[in-house]
């Protein structure tokens, strides 16, 4: 079972993009797009259900709730996800992010009350969020076509493989208990919720201002797993283009 909910890759591109001003696509990330008919349809399709459904629910949790009640649920949900960023720091062979991600879960876990509160922020320990698809892309692996997949959005092979290897890397995947099954499902849900309430924003503009949204995400999407996978750091040769044939 993935660990994206069926709406949250229609929402996940808001939160792809709320670190870039880009509202056009330059010509060479248009590349590597073999099935663009078929993805622009999907994506169609997608942005349809997330204005009947997501968009609505987010503006009213924005609404009904105030924002250190919104902080607290992100940062427990972020808190969660450190056992699969620890993972995969480690496969990267990064030991001080690792120390910083273990630091971070250790003190949040307890100190935070279950993450509910970033004490570990507070006391000068940076956050910073892995996954397996950026692994692939620091030990080489390309990207591969451009792909959007129904209810999950921009997913390319990189990512989808990417996808299903944190699922096994996450603790919560094997622990059962009783009341587990619903617990995970009340993630998954808050998960969805909370990455697009802290979106609204970043999409509208995108959608106000991209003369073509497809190529302005697809664009976005691009620009930012790529400064994902450089942790921030000025891009290099030996770093995969995901414009590259």
């Given at each position: 079972?993935?660990?994206?909910?069926?709406?949250?890759?229609?929402?996940?591109?808001?939160?792809?993009?709320?670190?870039?001003?880009?509202?056009?696509?330059?010509?060479?990330?248009?590349?590597?797009?073999?099935?663009?008919p078929t993805n622009r349809a999907v994506f169609d399709m997608n942005a349809k259900i997330d204005h009947a459904v997501a968009r609505p629910v987010a503006i009213f949790y924005n609404h009904a709730?105030?924002?250190?009640?919104?902080?607290?649920?992100?940062?427990?949900?972020?808190?969660?996800?450190?056992?699969?960023?620890?993972?995969?720091?480690?496969?990267?062979?990064?030991?001080?992010?690792?120390?910083?991600?273990?630091?971070?879960?250790?003190?949040?876990?307890?100190?935070?009350?279950?993450?509910?509160?970033?004490?570990?922020?507070?006391?000068?320990?940076?956050?910073?969020?892995?996954?397996?698809?950026q692994t692939l892309g620091i030990w080489g692996v390309d990207e591969g076509p451009y792909l959007?997949?129904?209810?999950?959005?921009?997913?390319?092979?990189?990512?989808?493989?990417?996808?299903?290897?944190?699922?096994?890397?996450?603790?919560?995947?094997?622990?059962?208990?009783?009341?587990?099954?619903?617990?995970?499902?009340?993630?998954?849900?808050?998960?969805?919720?909370?990455?697009?309430?802290?979106?609204?924003?970043?999409?509208?503009?995108?959608?106000?201002?991209?003369?073509?949204?497809?190529?302005?995400?697809?664009?976005?999407?691009?620009?930012?797993?790529?400064?994902?996978?450089?942790?921030?750091?000025?891009?290099?040769?030996?770093?995969?283009?995901?414009?590259?044939?």
């Amino acid at each position: 079972m993935r660990r994206r909910s069926i709406l949250l890759a229609v929402t996940l591109l808001g939160a792809l993009t709320g670190g870039c001003s880009t509202t056009h696509a330059p010509d060479a990330l248009a590349q590597n797009d073999p099935y663009e008919p078929t993805n622009r349809a999907v994506f169609d399709m997608n942005a349809k259900i997330d204005h009947a459904v997501a968009r609505p629910v987010a503006i009213f949790y924005n609404h009904a709730f105030p924002e250190p009640v919104r902080d607290s649920v992100h940062n427990a949900l972020t808190n969660l996800n450190k056992p699969v960023v620890f993972a995969n720091d480690f496969l990267q062979g990064d030991g001080m992010r690792a120390n910083q991600t273990l630091a971070r879960f250790l003190v949040n876990s307890t100190v935070g009350v279950g993450g509910l509160f970033d004490i570990a922020g507070l006391i000068g320990v940076p956050d910073h969020s892995e996954d397996f698809g950026q692994t692939l892309g620091i030990w080489g692996v390309d990207e591969g076509p451009y792909l959007v997949l129904p209810f999950m959005g921009p997913d390319p092979p990189r990512d989808l493989a990417g996808d299903a290897v944190d699922i096994g890397l996450d603790p919560l995947t094997y622990i059962s208990f009783h009341g587990s099954d619903t617990l995970y499902a009340v993630r998954s849900g808050a998960a969805v919720l909370d990455l697009r309430a802290r979106n609204v924003d970043t999409v509208d503009q995108i959608e106000r201002t991209s003369i073509d949204v497809y190529a302005t995400t697809r664009s976005l999407y691009r620009q930012y797993r790529n400064a994902q996978i450089r942790n921030g750091a000025p891009e290099a040769q030996d770093i995969p283009d995901a414009t590259d044939p």
